[in-house]
Structure formats: C-alpha cells, structure tokens
C-alpha cells in the first residue's frame, strides 16, 4: 500500500499537486485522469525520481529513503540515453540492481532481433517495450507502469496483460484504455477523488 | 519556391538568436574584457591572409593556411544547426520535390557565415585581377575554405581526416601550392570513398564507460575543443618565438582560455547527467555518474593544463589556474548564467597578481 501525503508539487510556477493525499491500497490498480493532470510526475515522485517537493510517500506505513530501491517505473518521461542499445541499457539495469538478465520476457515480447539497436531507433513500440522490460525485470515489490499499453501491438498486450496477473508486486497503472486491464483484476481509481 | 528560402531564412534567425542569447554573456564579457584588440583582430585575419599572398617562407604560408582552416572550422561548426537548420532537415523534403533547394540555401547560408572566407574574398577583389595571378595560392585557398566548409557540412569524418592530412602536410608539402593541392585532393577523394563502417571496442556500459559511448556520440564536444585548445598552444609556440620576453603573461592567458573551454565541458556532458536525472535515479546511480562526470572535466583541465605548461614553460603561478577548476565546475553546476562572469573576474584577478606582485 502506498499513500501520499499532504503532498505539494509545483512546476514553473503552476501547482500541479497543492495538499495532495491519496491512499493506492489496491493491489493492481489503474490511476485515471484525463491528461495533464499530473500522473506521471506523480509516478515520478513514487519511483523516488523527482525530489522536488513537499510531503511525504509512505510504503506500507513507512518511508522508504530510496524509494526507486523498492519502485521500478515504465514510463516515457525517463529520458533514456538514446544512443546506448536496448541491450545495453538493461544490462546497465541488471548490474544496477543485481537483478537476473530478462531472457523470458524478451523472448516472450519477440524483442530479441531489437537489443543490439540503440534505443533512440527503436519505434515507439520497441521503446515501449524496453521500458517495461527494464522496470518488470527489477521484480521490486511496487512496479507503476505509465500508459503500458500505449503503442503495443496486440500480442505485445496479451503478454503484458499475462505478466501482471500473475505479478506479486503492488502493480499501479495508468491507462486510458482500462478495459483488458480491469479484465485481469485491475481495479480503477480516479487520481483526486 | 520562394517561400522556402523564406522559411529557411526565418529558422536561421530563429537559431541564430538562440545562438546569441546563449553566448550573450561571454560576447558581452569578450569585447568588454578585449574591446581594444577587436581592431587588431580584424587587421590580424589580413595580416594572416596577406601572410598567403606574400610570404618569406612557403613554411609560414602553409602553416597559416592550416591555421585559418582549423580556425574555420571550429567558428562554423558552432554556427552549423542554424546554417543546416538540422533539427528539421526531414520537414524541408516534406516541402520540397528535390534537393537541389535545401542544398542551395544551405550554400547561401554558409556564405553569410563564413566571415574568413568573405575576408579572403575582400582581400582578393582589393588585389584586382591582374594581382591575384601573380598570386595564384589564394583562389587556391579560398577553394578549400570553402570545400573544408562544405565537409563540415555534410562529411564531418572528411573534414577530420582532411584536418589530420592538412596538419602533417604542413611538414612535409615542399610549397603552398603543393600544400593545398594536396588538402583539395585529399578532401575530394574521402569525400567519394565508400563509408567504412569501424567496428569500436564496445566496453562494458558503467557510470565510467558511459562517458566513452557520450564521446562517440557527441566526438564535436570534446573535438572542438581540442581544436580550440591546440590553437591557443600554437599562437603561444608562436609567441614564444616572437617575444620570450612577454610569454609569462600569454602562458598564463592561454591557460585560462584553454580551462575555459573544458571547464564548459561540463554543460555539455550535464545534458547527460542532469537532463537524465531520472534514469540515473532509477538505477541508483546518480551520485556515481555526478563523480564520474566530474572525473571527467578535472582529467581533461589537468591534461589541457599540462600541455600549455610543458609547451609554453609555465612557471610556479600557473598553478593557480588549474586551482580555480573546481570554482569553474561549481559556479556552472549551481549558477551556470554566471559562468562568463566568474571566469572574467577569475582571470583578470590572475593576471593583476601577476602583473603587480610577481
């Protein structure tokens, strides 16, 4: 469980977050607001990337020094280095977090033929790909997957959608197509209440 | 086809200004600090130029010649996205049935920048005709400044390579003409080989590797700056010759030029560091990437510092100026806009120790 406090996020000036609290309990759960409304810095904030700002995020009732230890994120708002290879940047990843290389799931996403393609070539689909690959091979007991589903193709989908039935890890989404999510479990939660 | 060229010309002033505004403080601080020398700048890049036309020795010529392609190249490659409009070189073909356009404002751009080719240019019209016969070198090298040019353009490895050829050339060609026949030659023949594709050693990726993969990615950041720096090392050489009897001073102004340059490093490399703060977050290793990064700079500043100090026998004092690269690295890490400022004050105050108490 997740919760946020009191929390106050400001960019440029514009409040995106003033006195903000939320309770994410729900163990698969999908955040839904519509854009620009502030998901992915919160996303940010909870992955323990951006420590610009005020308030406090407890996991399980207690704060966590490094948060991105225990939160593994997907999401486009991680400039990656583009000219580093897939390959290369989960390996990176694997050392990093002395996590197992993903040989599954890159053979499960059909993803092998792209490794030894810099990321900044990849399509969108690829990069999405990557991303997921790189924050669900971490197996950290919170994962939040920024718009999973946005530029996969079907099959990619199912297997994501497999992956996280099955995930023991407190899953948050956000997605703007919900459904085959809500299908496997996930529960849906507006982002203020 | 009008309003294309119209365009173009709009997204040139666009980046120019851009351009300025990034530079507006050191240009300000530059002709606050050195205004007296712009006149003499200026009747420099003549007297350079006439040192072409007429010289007492074709080593001189060469050497010259050489200087002013490198100086060429390190002035236009700064000016390049805006004379290319790179950032949108695939929306003009959505504009365009050819290339032939995009190519020709390219060329007309380039001309409107390249302020050493319009000098040799002037100095050829001033000469007449008549004159410029009798000195056939200097069309010789007004077309490799602008082939060079094109290179920089379009072949960034031809023109290294041409540089490279250009440099070693300098010793070995017997006359000027010789010598730019070679650099033409030399740069027209890369230009056509087919592309080689090299296979780089591919180590594996760390919070310290990662800065080699950055360089092959980016070689400008750190190559224009060697260029910039051999340039200052070459002038004080000169110098040196010249008046041994002032070179303290300019061994200690080209110190502070030379660590200005790779001090700079550091706002190119912090794209990698802090525009990628996340990802660094994400695997924990933000504080090591931070002291890999600054690693980085004070290596580069030590061997730049180094060089300068061999070269140009510097003395005790020049100490101080590798001294003020953590100053440097600290003021564009926290007060980038203040860069030109520290490093103007950092400098005068040097020079004035010097000047009075040594």
């Known amino acids: 469980m997740i919760e946020i406090k009191h929390l106050k996020k400001v960019y440029l000036h514009d409040p995106v977050f003033s006195n903000y609290c939320a309770v994410l309990s729900e163990q698969k759960l999908c955040i839904e607001a519509p854009n620009g409304l502030g998901k992915s810095t919160l996303f940010r904030i909870i992955a323990g990337l951006d420590d610009a700002f005020h308030g406090d995020v407890l ?30 940047l989960l390996q990176l990843t694997a050392k990093s977090w002395a996590s197992p290389w993903p040989e599954l799931m890159i053979r499960q996403m059909e993803f092998e033929a792209f490794l030894d393609t810099r990321y900044g070539a990849l ?71 | 086809m009008l309003h294309y060229y119209q365009y173009r010309y709009r997204a040139f002033r666009v980046a120019l200004a851009a351009l300025l505004r990034q ?22 890049v003549f007297f350079g130029l006439g040192k072409l036309v007429s010289f007492d020795s074709h080593e001189v010529a060469m050497k010259v010649a050489f200087g002013f392609l490198l100086l060429q190249s390190l002035l236009l490659q700064a000016i390049k996205p805006a004379i290319t409009d790179a950032r949108h070189r695939a929306y003009h073909l959505t504009l365009l049935r050819s290339r032939f356009h995009q190519i020709t404002a390219d060329w007309l751009l380039l001309l409107v920048c390249h302020v050493l080719f319009a000098a040799a240019l002037l100095l050829g019209v001033s000469m007449g005709t008549a004159t410029l016969w009798q000195a056939p070198q200097l069309p010789g090298f007004m077309l490799a400044q602008w082939l060079f040019a094109l290179a920089l353009l379009y072949r960034p490895q031809t023109l290294l390579s041409s540089l490279l050829v250009a440099f070693v050339a300098v010793w070995l060609a017997p006359d000027i003409q010789t010598y730019l026949a070679v650099s033409v030659l030399w740069l027209a023949l890369d ?168």
């Open chain 2, 23 to 44: 530079l507006q403080q050191f240009s300000l601080m530059f002709v606050t600090l050195f205004f007296i020398f712009i006149p003499q700048l200026i009747i420099g």
């Open chain 2, 191 to 358: 230009w056509v080989r087919p592309r080689l594709k090299l296979a780089a050693p591919q180590p594996q990726l760390s919070s310290v590797s990662f800065w080699y993969y950055v360089i092959k990615e980016y070689p400008w950041m750190v190559l224009w700056r060697a260029g910039a720096s051999f340039l200052a090392l070459w002038a004080g050489v000169i110098m040196a010759n010249e008046r041994p009897d002032l070179l303290h001073y300019y061994t200690l102004m080209i110190l502070l030029v030379n660590q200005l340059w790779w001090s700079s490093l550091y706002l190119d490399t912090s794209k990698q560091v802090m525009g990628r703060r996340g990802f660094w977050r994400s695997l924990g290793l933000d504080g090591q990437i931070e002291f890999s990064q600054n690693a980085l700079i004070y290596g580069l500043c030590l061997i730049s510092w180094l060089a300068g100090v061999v070269l140009l026998n510097g003395e005790l004092f020049t100490v101080s100026v590798i001294a003020t690269c953590p100053l440097l690295t600290w003021t564009l890490k926290h007060y980038p806009q203040r860069f030109a400022v520290v490093w103007g004050s950092v400098s005068v105050t040097l020079m004035m120790i010097k000047v009075l108490f040594l």
């Open chain 1, 123 to 193: 399509s969108s689909g690829n990069q999405k790909k990557c991303q997921l690959i790189n924050a669900m091979m971490r197996n950290t007991p919170y994962l939040v997957l920024d718009e999973p589903s946005a530029a996969l193709d079907h099959a990619s989908v199912d297997v994501l959608l497999s992956w996280l039935i099955h995930h023991p890890a407190q899953v948050i989404i956000s997605c703007h197509e919900p459904q085959p999510f809500i299908d496997i479990g996930f529960v849906t939660q507006p982002l203020f209440e």
């Open chain 1, 59 to 88: 996991f399980d009732g207690k704060q966590h020094p490094v948060m991105q230890q225990i939160v593994a994120l997907a999401s486009d708002s991680i400039a990656f280095p583009d000219f580093l290879t897939a390959r290369q």
